[in-house]
């Protein structure tokens, strides 16, 4: 499978027209699936266009159309490439190091909920997997498929399929270009923005406030949440993902039980989504604080917080279980890689461009990052870059030491072997372990310590200055 994301993303608001839209690619069966992997792996295949238009026109309902169509046929486009590998089957070394023939499917597709109700060719509150409606999605009904939708297109009046079925069937979703891919099935579950933004900062979080707000007032509320603020405020900023560590023991004794049990539920689900391998037994896990979860937070409804809790993004904890037997682990599947993709490969091109007609020079620098990437492998087969130390060669150029990459090897076999009475001296240099990570030298570095019974200090604390490299 091939994993596609996409994610508009600003550079600067200082200044102008500065929102790009990258779309990113990888081949889905890497070696596992932690999202550093897939991160590595993930490639910049192009910019997709943001059309402009005057305001008056921008709520335009032709103008919006336009606007959806011309991204799916921009993906249709981009993607014909890779059809001959849909249909012809290549000969491929799989993660597991077996040989299989293999033929290669589009998705899935990893996109926050705003940028899905485009991708499905939706109405916006409808669930993308399944017909239910907006106002009960948790109820679910048949699946959505592309097959489902132009049979309706060919019955159905346009304006019922909106209203009945949430589909805009004017459009076209660019998976109907390409064999066995269906954009229903595609939608990649995302951790970071249904889970921790939507669900949990979003939702929960606010509604808490909300709660708090109805039962005490607004003044002796404000005093709670500041409560509340104080509690965690110290370990993080706006880090949403710090925030869920702390935010149970905080809010402990301001709301009912039941809203406590919600939050707990919740934070189950999303610790168990975010390990590595998933099991059978741990799908049973996720089930069941999915169960919890659903029976607890309606103590929100039953308080008068919110009255719909029928939300797309919380709604989608549902589909997680159908979407970990189908792509694995989500760990790998989050937007949490196109954020962190987008800092290599738009953020910091952006930076050292003139920032005038960026997009290009966006452009060359990545195929130059991509150039140094192949030609690091091509010397790496070529036994030119020997433990993948030599690229880094400045480290010891500046410290004038050119037989730092061995000396790391024969420093770390010792410290292994320490215990045994083993040498470095007495294997050959291809035992020793090798070192691929970064190295960073600080050319000084100060420790303080306490040592109260030293005679050398007053105070008994002792500065200390060093040299040191670390890595
Ligand atoms: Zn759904």
Request: negative net charge; proline residues 4%; aromatic residues 10%.
């Amino acid at each position: 499978m091939t994993i596609i994301g996409s994610d508009k993303t600003t550079v600067s608001v200082a200044t102008g027209q500065n929102d790009y839209y990258p779309l990113y690619l990888s081949i889905g069966n890497v070696h596992n699936n932690i999202w550093q992997a897939h991160c590595n792996t993930l490639a910049l295949v192009g910019f997709l266009a943001i059309p402009k238009t005057e305001k008056k026109n921008s709520d335009d309902i032709k103008y919006r159309k336009f606007k959806k169509q011309l991204f799916h046929s921009s993906l249709s486009k981009i993607f014909v490439n890779l059809k001959p590998g849909m249909t012809t089957p290549e000969v491929t070394r799989c993660g597991d190091g077996h040989y299989r023939r293999i033929i290669y499917g589009l998705g899935p597709y990893i996109a926050d909920y705003e940028e899905q109700v485009v991708l499905a060719c939706m109405v916006k509150d409808w669930c993308g997997r399944y017909l239910a409606f907006p106002s009960n999605l948790d109820e679910g009904g048949v699946s959505q498929s592309c097959e489902h939708t132009d049979a309706l297109v060919d019955s159905v009046d346009f304006g019922i399929i909106w209203d009945e079925y949430g589909i805009i069937g004017e459009l076209v979703p660019f998976t109907n270009d390409f064999p066995r891919a269906d954009i229903h099935e595609l939608l990649a579950p995302d951790i970071l923005h249904q889970l921790i933004k939507g669900s949990f900062k979003d939702h929960l979080v606010e509604w808490v406030g909300q709660y708090l707000e109805l039962t005490h007032g607004k003044t002796r509320a404000k005093a709670i949440l500041d409560d509340i603020d104080r509690r965690f405020s110290q370990w993080m900023g706006n880090d949403s993902k710090a925030l869920m560590k702390v935010y149970l023991p905080a809010i402990e004794g301001h709301v009912p039980d039941d809203m406590v049990r919600a939050f707990r539920a919740l934070l189950e689900f999303c610790y168990i989504v975010r390990v590595d391998v998933v099991m059978d037994d741990i799908l049973a896990e996720l089930k069941d604080a999915l169960r919890c979860f659903h029976t607890y937070h309606t103590i929100f409804q039953t308080t008068g917080v919110c009255f719909d809790i029928s939300l797309p993004r919380q709604h989608s904890l549902v589909h997680y279980e159908l979407l970990i037997r189908m792509f694995g682990a989500p760990n790998g599947l989050c937007s949490l890689i196109t954020e962190s993709k987008h800092i290599k490969a738009v953020k910091q091109p952006w930076q050292r461009s003139s920032k005038y007609n960026a997009l290009s020079q966006l452009l060359l620098a990545n195929q130059h990052l991509d150039k140094i990437t192949a030609a690091r492998v091509d010397f790496m087969m070529c036994g030119m870059l020997k433990h993948g130390l030599v690229m880094r060669i400045q480290p010891f150029g500046e410290l004038g030491i050119t037989s730092f990459p061995t000396l790391i090897c024969l420093f770390l076999y010792d410290q292994i072997h320490a215990d045994d009475h083993h040498s470095s001296a007495d294997v050959p240099l291809c035992d020793c372990p090798s070192y691929m990570g970064p190295i960073k030298i600080f050319h000084s570095a100060t420790a303080t310590f306490v040592a109260p019974s030293d005679p050398s200090g007053i105070t008994g604390i002792i500065d200390s200055r060093s040299c040191s490299i670390s890595d």
